[in-house]
T-cell receptor
Framework: DAGITQSPRHKVTETGTPVTLRCHQT?????MYWYRQDPGHGLRLIHY???????DKGEVSDGYSVSRSKTEDFLLTLESATSSQTSVYFC???????????FGEGSRLTVL | GEDVEQSLFLSVREGDSSVINCTYT??????LYWYKQEPGAGLQLLTY?????DMKQDQRLTVLLNKKDKHLSLRIADTQTGDSAIYFC??????????FGTGTLLAVQP
């Protein structure tokens, strides 16, 4: 299994509070991604990173920011959580010659 | 824009074949993928196919690609209860970002 760890795995918070999810990899891969998974929508890309301090937006980036200060860590921040951000968040890294992604176990976030 | 579509649900009996279908829009995709997600877990790569191929077989799995119609399918032979999961297709598109479908929930009845 690819060495990807997400934390926390479960979090319940209140509307308006800041939340940071962490993704840590031990594979030294350049590309890292944050997706959210919601019923009926599949996986949607929030942000991705193509190197230290290099990030770009995905299709559902509003309300989210990211940071990557070192290769192994990619942080996803909700500055002021809303109920619409209740979801399961997956981190992924890109490895191998065929561009496939390897996923973490997911972080389930509930915003009350 | 890029879009990947799948039917939401498929129910089969144990021992039958399952066929999960997917349509995509980006003809520049180099690879197309099938992922499996079991309850409470992340996605795991099942198989992939290079865009210049039209078929790939891997044990019980057969992937068919029709580039003209932008249609991808995954056939699982002799479906078992352990195959019950959500299956996602994904395309690589023109960038390093994978675009995923909505997922198909496969329910295998004993």
């Amino acid at each position: 299994d690819a060495g990807i760890t997400q934390s926390p795995r479960h979090k319940v918070t209140e509307t308006g509070t800041p939340v940071t999810l962490r993704c840590h990899q031990t594979e030294n891969h350049r590309y890292m991604y944050w997706y959210r998974q919601d019923p009926g929508h599949g996986l949607r890309l929030i942000h991705y990173s193509y190197g230290v301090k290099d990030t770009d937006k995905g299709e559902v980036s509003d309300g989210y920011s990211v940071s990557r200060s070192k290769t192994e860590d990619f942080l996803l921040t909700l500055e002021s959580a809303t109920s619409s951000q209740t979801s399961v968040y997956f981190c992924a890294i890109s490895g191998g010659n065929t561009g496939e992604l390897f996923f973490g176990e997911g972080s389930r976030l509930t915003v009350l | 824009g890029e879009d990947v579509e799948q039917s939401l649900f498929l129910s089969v009996r144990e021992g039958d074949s399952s066929v999960i279908n997917c349509t995509y829009t980006d003809s520049s995709s180099t690879y197309l993928y099938w992922y499996k997600q079991e309850p409470g877990a992340g996605l795991q790569l099942l198989t992939y196919i290079f865009s210049n191929m039209d078929m790939k077989q891997d044990q019980r799995l057969t992937v068919l690609l029709n580039k003209k119609d932008k249609h991808l399918s995954l056939r699982i032979a002799d479906t078992q209860t352990g195959d019950s999961a959500i299956y996602f297709c994904a395309e690589s598109g023109a960038t390093n970002k994978l675009i995923f479908g909505t997922g198909t929930l496969l329910a295998v009845q004993p």
